[in-house]
């Protein structure tokens, strides 16, 4: 790790690194902001400032992990950005309290998550693969309706009365750009190697963009309930936007809705228990080693501190990044140079306006497509964590209750649950993922163990 090989070795792996994180690390934003937009005026102003603030606590997280600072941090090959994980309950705090309670509840959020990174090495047993798998299928499934709804138009495109700027909310042209992208994506994956292998959302992302674009040049338009001509992709936030731009400090004034901070609270506990697996995944696949608590702990509570940060930025938290941990397992390269220069890279980026803005001309049809991908991903690595245990009785009840309430919970009418207080709908209502992981956790916890050979030995008995 501390190797000093010459910038012409660093610099294609650090590209490598770059292109796998870079479209992810800015999606999540994006996501959000189209929530803020249709309930609370989010301006597109707005929107490339939570862009570049991703940008910028990325970078910030991802030095804190490369160069500790006293315990924080783990001194391990590590690409840190902002995560998918979270974006079921930001899009339900975002959707009900708006920008500043999304910001205070990461606050405490962070605090909470940096506690048990202190604890980490005595709360782990709690958090078995039969229960975090369970929290990670869960939050795969949850997204699947967010990028449907983006391959679709985008969310509540076109069905808000007297909205002049709405697109014809589930136009073909939208499915098919969406479409287009994931075909492209799939392709990258599943056929191409090295560079394209690894940008393959990012070429995904291209390819729809240029139909998108093509469908605007040479179709006839559309249009919207006014008559007005509609065009997918619109230049205007980037034409507009500056080149250079420095994070602002508090651009959001933190507030603390009680429902809201108890439900982050929450995610940020199961994401920090998750962080272990990311951290042991690298050490396994880059060093041939287990990860020592130490190092487990430090990357835990760097990333609850740039979490903490980025609240007070406007940045949405971070996690480590699984398809760098992949790239890091792949080419065995472990120098933490290569990844200081992916750092920069990222930091580069984050002083860009014109950069965010960039990316919020995407069509959200292109961003649903290259999306819901990564959203299966997501939902098979809890089913790998899941299987990775015997699947007993006993452990296949506690999986299947926790999905079948988290998810089972929100598909009904809100009204079910009206003569309930608003911070119960709030946190066992409103997000799948909280519902299942209390679920799961607690029946981990209350029912006894037993192995499948215990199982079969008691149905024999019974046969007897």
């Known amino acids: 790790m501390d190797s000093n090989p010459s910038l012409g070795k660093c610099l294609p792996i650090s590209l490598q690194h770059f292109l796998a994180m870079i ?22 102003a707005d929107k490339v400032n939570l862009i570049q603030a991703g940008m910028f606590i990325a970078a910030i997280a991802t030095f804190l992990q490369l160069i500790p600072v006293l315990t924080v941090g783990a001194k391990l090959p590590l690409i840190i950005g902002v995560s998918f994980s979270y ?32 604890l980490i090495g005595k709360i782990r047993k709690f958090f078995p693969p039969i229960v975090s798998g369970t929290v990670v299928l869960t939050i795969g499934l949850s997204l699947y309706s967010v990028a449907l709804n983006y391959m679709a138009g985008g969310n509540n495109v076109g069905r808000i009365a007297g909205q002049s700027d709405a697109v014809p909310f589930g136009n073909w042209r939208f499915w098919v750009v969406a479409l287009v992208t994931l075909s492209v994506v799939l392709i990258c994956n599943m056929f191409a190697k090295g560079y394209m292998k690894l940008a393959a959302i990012l070429i995904g992302i291209v390819v729809g963009y240029a139909v998108a674009l093509g469908f605007d040049t040479f179709l006839e338009p559309m249009k919207n309930a006014d008559g007005q001509i509609i ?29 809201a901070v108890a439900t982050m609270v929450v995610m940020f506990v199961v994401n920090a228990v998750q962080a272990v697996g990311d951290i042991s ?16 702990s430090g990357g835990i509570k760097a990333n609850s501190v740039a979490s903490a940060i980025g609240s007070l930025i406007g940045a949405l938290p971070p996690a480590t990044y699984s398809q760098n941990v992949g790239i890091v397992a792949m080419t065995k390269v472990v120098s933490l140079k290569v990844f200081k220069i992916t750092g920069a890279l990222i930091l580069g980026a984050a002083f860009l306006p014109k950069f965010g803005a960039l990316m919020l001309t995407v069509p959200q049809a292109v961003i649903g497509g290259a999306t819901v991908s990564v959203f299966a991903q997501i939902t098979m690595s809890g089913m790998k964590l899941i299987t990775s245990e015997e699947l007993s009785i006993r452990n296949s009840t506690i999986v299947g209750l926790g999905v079948a309430l988290g998810m089972g919970i929100t598909q009904i009418s809100k009204a079910a649950f009206y003569t309930f207080p608003d911070w119960f709908s709030m946190i066992f209502v409103s997000s799948p993922v909280i519902l299942a992981t209390l679920v799961v956790f607690t029946l981990n916890l209350i029912l006894p163990q037993k192995s499948l050979a215990e199982e079969q030995a008691e149905r024999d008995e019974m046969e007897k």
């Open 231 to 259: 065009k997918m992709i619109n230049f205007k936030t980037f034409t507009d936007s500056n080149w250079f731009d420095l994070p602002k400090l508090m651009p959001y004034k933190p507030s603390f809705p009680g429902a």
């Open 23 to 44: 479209v992810g690390n800015t999606l999540p934003s994006i996501v959000l902001a189209g929530t803020l937009a249709s309930k609370h005026g989010f301006t597109d």
């Open 87 to 118: 974006i079921p309950v930001l899009n339900e705090i975002g959707k009900n309290y708006g920008i500043e309670a999304v910001m205070g509840a990461q606050l405490v959020g962070a605090i909470a998550a940096f506690i048990v990174g202190m």
């Open 281 to 296: 995944s690298t050490t396994i696949g880059g060093l041939d080693r287990e990860a020592t608590d130490k190092e487990i």
